[in-house]
């Protein structure tokens, strides 16, 4: 008499998960395990097989038995089982216990940072620092972001017409000492004052590393342009070289002036706080 099914499979199956469970919880022998764990699912394999052929008259009689009714709800329990499956995949193996115990968390903004209290010395001592800076600033630094635009618009007519434009070249070059004598004193102001820390910060000249060096093109390509290019060569000939040059002058004065205008902005907050307390 033939072994039912379920006594067929028992023992390979039974072998199979002590040896899936012996390789999940001993690592060092995982090796070994798979084999017996791999082996015994074959085993249940064939069994399964054997027992199909072996009853397959039985079956048979069986399956004619099945209506269409059946085979639309084994196909609908199929599909909502691959749905489930999919939203279980989907989660993370932490979320699918856990979700029902763990409230949402609330993203809250970030505090801003206290003001800082200063002592009456501190004050003392900053707030002149803080007015030299803003001197500057609003001095020399001012009339370069003043002065920058009229350079850029007026180079066409001091190279056509000198004569009407004696004091281009020289108003230019004074520009530039001027641009270049100003970084050179904010670096002087703030290695004068680096122990106030908060002022030497926002005095970073972070822009000029590119800001100057794009405004000099201007200045090169236009000693080019008005020295060594014949008076009635082509207009192209003078557009040619200095558009590139105005565009460059033109970006590096914008970042300067970007600079400028919050680091005079930074140092009134400064001075506001202080005063303030």
Do not use: C
């Amino acid at each position: 008499m033939q072994a039912s099914l379920a006594s067929r499979l028992s023992s390979p199956f039974g072998i199979a998960l002590a040896g899936a469970g012996v390789r999940y919880s001993a690592p060092d022998y995982q090796i070994y395990f798979e084999w017996v764990f791999y082996a015994a699912i074959a085993w249940g394999a064939f069994q399964i097989l054997h027992w199909v052929w072996t009853s397959r008259a039985t079956i048979w009689s069986n399956l004619r038995m099945i209506e269409p009714l059946h085979v639309i709800v084994l196909g609908l329990a199929i599909a909502v089982g691959g749905v489930v499956w999919q939203q279980v995949r989907s989660k993370p193996p932490h979320s699918v216990g856990d979700a029902a115990q763990t409230p949402p968390q609330v993203v809250s903004e970030p505090e801003k940072p206290k003001q800082r209290r200063y002592t009456v010395y501190e004050r003392e001592q900053k707030l002149p620092v803080i007015n030299e800076f803003r001197d500057f600033l609003e001095g020399p630094m001012q009339k370069i972001v003043d002065d920058g635009p009229r350079y850029v618009s007026n180079w066409w007519n001091a190279i056509k017409d000198p004569k009407n434009n004696q004091t281009y070249n020289g108003d230019l070059n004074a520009f530039f000492e001027n641009l270049n004598t100003s970084a050179d004193r904010i670096e002087e102001l703030r290695k004068k004052h680096h122990r106030h820390e908060e002022i030497y910060t926002v005095t970073n000249p972070s822009y000029w590393n590119s800001a100057v060096p794009k405004m000099n093109v201007f200045r090169v390509n236009y000693g080019v342009a008005f020295n060594s290019i014949k008076e009635d060569a082509p207009a192209e000939s003078f557009h040619v070289l200095m558009n590139p040059a105005r565009d460059s002058f033109e970006q590096g004065l914008n970042e300067f002036t970007a600079w400028r205008n919050r680091t005079l902005g930074d140092l009134r907050d400064l001075e506001r706080d202080m005063s303030s307390q």
